[in-house]
């Protein structure tokens, strides 16, 4: 439990200063037969501030549920 704990915490702190990432995809703008034309799109993933708390608070819990039954 204490392992799952120390993971949460540390997965939640993570969440906590990065909010999110983005990445390079290429992506086919036109098909005109035998010439195709792609671009560079770049995609965003973002999550919301809040689930990087709850991460870091479920840590917390396992670590002190962990605890009192050792």
Not at 20 to 41: H, N, Q, R
């Amino acid at each position: 439990m204490r392992i799952l704990g120390i993971i949460l915490i540390v997965a939640g702190v993570i969440m906590l200063v990065w909010t999110g990432f983005s990445y390079t995809k290429k992506e086919k703008v036109a098909d005109l037969g035998p010439v195709e034309i792609k671009a560079d799109k770049e995609k965003q993933i973002n999550w919301p501030p809040y689930i990087g708390a709850i991460l870091v608070g479920g840590g917390i819990i396992a670590l002190v549920s962990g605890n009192r039954k050792s």
